[in-house]
C-alpha cells in the first residue's frame, strides 16, 4: 500500500504561480511513477504531468508544456509541481497519482486532492 499526502493549491490570480507537492509514504520502494491530474467540474480526470522514480523521465499535457514543471525528490519520496503563468483554465481539483508495481502486482494510488482556483 501506497499513501499520498498533498500540499499546495489555493487562490491565485490569473499569471499567478502555486507549487503543489505530494508525500509517498508506505511501501514506496514499489513506485514506479508519480504523476498529477487534474478534475474540473463536468469534466474527466485529465493528466497533466509524470516522472518515472528511477530514471527521472517526464511527460507534460501540452496544455502546460512551458507553465507546469514537475520534480520529484527520491530521498523524502516526494513529488512537487511546480505552476506559472496560471490561467482560470487551470482552475480544477488537482490529484497526486502514483503507479506501484511490488511482488509482481500494479497497483495505482491517489491523492485526497487539493483544489486550485483561479481567477481573472
Known amino acids: 500500500q501506497v499513501q499520498l499526502v498533498e500540499f499546495g493549491g489555493g487562490l491565485v490570480q490569473a499569471g499567478g504561480s502555486l507549487r503543489l507537492s505530494c508525500a509517498a509514504s508506505?511501501?514506496?520502494?514499489?513506485?514506479?511513477?508519480m504523476g498529477w491530474y487534474r478534475q474540473a467540474p463536468g469534466k474527466e480526470r485529465e493528466l497533466l504531468a509524470s516522472v518515472t522514480w528511477s530514471g527521472g523521465s517526464t511527460y507534460y499535457t501540452d496544455s502546460v508544456k512551458g507553465r507546469f514543471t514537475i520534480s520529484r525528490d527520491n530521498v523524502n519520496f516526494t513529488v512537487s509541481l511546480q505552476m506559472n503563468s496560471l490561467k482560470p483554465g487551470d482552475t480544477a481539483v488537482y490529484y497526486c497519482?502514483?503507479?506501484?508495481?511490488?511482488?509482481?502486482?500494479?497497483?495505482?494510488?491517489w491523492g485526497q486532492g487539493t483544489q486550485v482556483t483561479v481567477s481573472s
Open positions: 497519482n502514483a503507479d506501484a508495481l511490488c511482488w509482481g502486482h500494479s497497483s495505482v494510488y
Open positions: 508506505g511501501d514506496t520502494i514499489c513506485i514506479s511513477a
